[in-house]
């Protein structure tokens, strides 16, 4: 499937990491969502009810994303895609890249991150 809705840049606070000082301080993480998905019944109708509101993605990722806390955004990414495909039945595939530029590293870095891809069929 070559159709895609993508959202670039999603901006979620939250309180993921090993450390102690990340859970109580949090930070900000950054999200990009790539969903694999058939656009042509709701370009050719021109009608929403036969695609998925951008709002709704934004809103079901951040919300995955903000709680439970994990130790590991690895276990943040996997349960923003989950999330996804749960909410969006005509979901095929979700590809995602979860960053986080405040890592605690003692380096100079833009971030730090971990992508995924998840398949309904897998």
Sequence with gaps: MAD?????????FARHGLLPEEAALGQRFALDIEAEIDLRPAGRADDLALGISY?????????????PRRALIEAAAEAVADALLKAFPAIDGITLELRKPGAPIDAVFAHVAVAITRRRDA
């Design 4 to 12: 895609r809705i993508v959202v670039r840049d999603l901006q979620v």
């Design 55 to 67: 709002a709704d993605i934004v809103a079901v990722a951040a919300a995955a994303l903000k709680n």
